[in-house]
């Protein structure tokens, strides 16, 4: 992720439109984002490695958010038809087993 950050201050323009119009952002990182908010994952209890994966997801939705700032509105939209608030959202909700007993 700190790599994709590099390259988006060197290519501020190219970079967005890429991501948006190619699908790849949010193929990627709805996986990503699902998996590490709603499943259970190896040394989930270590705490290295629960701030580390913590910062990995900040810095992710950062990545959305400045890329959503910085295309224009037709493209702010394929990202909402893409499931830009689907993602947001896993990272708001309880995962399921919380839900089911709600």
């Keep these: 992720l700190r790599v994709i950050w590099r390259l988006y201050d060197m290519f501020p323009t190219d970079l967005p439109t890429k991501a948006v119009k190619g699908e790849v952002l ?9 998996y590490f908010a ?3 994952w190896p040394l989930r209890e270590t705490k290295e490695v ?5 910062a990995g997801l ?3 939705m950062q990545i ?9 509105a037709d493209m702010q939209s ?7 608030m689907g993602s947001c959202m896993t990272m708001i909700l309880p995962n399921p087993q919380e839900q089911a007993k709600m």
């Excluded at 949010?26 to 699902?34: I, R, V």
């Excluded at 959305?64 to 224009?72: C, F, G, I, K, Q």
């Design 26 to 34: 949010m193929k990627a990182w709805s996986d990503y984002l699902t």
């Design 38 to 40: 709603h499943y259970a």
């Design 50 to 54: 629960e701030q580390g994966t913590d």
């Design 58 to 60: 900040i810095l992710a």
């Design 64 to 72: 959305l958010a400045r890329v959503s700032v910085d295309v224009n």
């Design 78 to 84: 394929q990202l909402i038809q893409q499931g830009a």
